[in-house]
């Protein structure tokens, strides 16, 4: 195991039946906290891309995103549930292992053809990357990449991707 991933995975906590019965979430507090293993992170995620704008997915995602924006020399922009933005929004619908949830964003978030690294905490279904690969692709800007923290294997997101490039910083 690489030192990042040991860095990574010593610092998830596994919460049982969170938020509903049978579902196993990974608690990434423990990570957060830890200075050295958050910059670690948050220069990985960077990676070498260069763009113009970071995306966060709500609510884990900013988070990370915001941080990541800031190495990487980019605009932060967060991608939110239905009815949290304020200005004119685009909204996508999907599925999640456990229900289903609408994100939007601001209509203006991008200018035409601005390159778009999207950043979240978690790739599970792919459900909500998905969404948010649509609503930047509408709103004219360019997805480069999506980076996430972990890649939950067994729940196949990375499936419904093909068309993009994925880097995950450990996959369980």
Same mark, same amino acid.
């Given at each position: ?13 596994? $919460? ?12 990434? &507090?423990?990570?957060? =906290?830890?200075?050295?293993? @958050? ?5 990985? /995620?960077?990676?070498?891309?260069? $763009? ?26 967060? +991608? ?8 004119? &929004? /685009? ?24 390159? $778009? /690294?999207?950043?979240?905490?978690? /790739?599970? &279904?792919?459900? &909500? ?9 509408? =709103? ?13 294997? @067994? ?8 068309? +993009? ?6 996959? $369980?």
């Amino acid at each position: 195991m690489t030192d990042l991933t040991s860095l990574i995975l010593d610092r998830i906590r596994d $919460v049982p039946d969170y938020p509903q019965p049978g579902v196993l979430f990974k608690d990434i &507090t423990p990570l957060l =906290a830890d200075p050295v293993a @958050f910059a670690a992170v948050v220069d990985a /995620l960077a990676g070498s891309y260069e $763009v113009d704008k970071i995306v966060g997915i709500e609510a884990r995602g900013f988070i990370l995103a915001a941080p990541v924006a800031h190495r990487a020399g980019a605009g932060f922009v967060p +991608v939110r549930k239905k009815g949290k933005l304020p200005s004119e &929004t /685009l909204e996508a619908s999907y599925d999640l292992e456990y229900g289903s949830a609408t994100i939007e964003v601001h209509r203006d978030a991008f200018l035409p053809g601005e390159r $778009v /690294l999207i950043v979240d905490d978690v /790739l599970a &279904t792919g459900g &909500t990357a998905r969404a948010a690969v649509e609503l930047v692709r509408r =709103a004219g800007a360019d997805v480069v990449a999506i980076a996430v923290l972990m890649e939950l294997a @067994f729940l196949k997101g990375r499936d419904r991707l093909v068309d +993009v490039e994925l880097h995950s910083l450990v996959v $369980v």
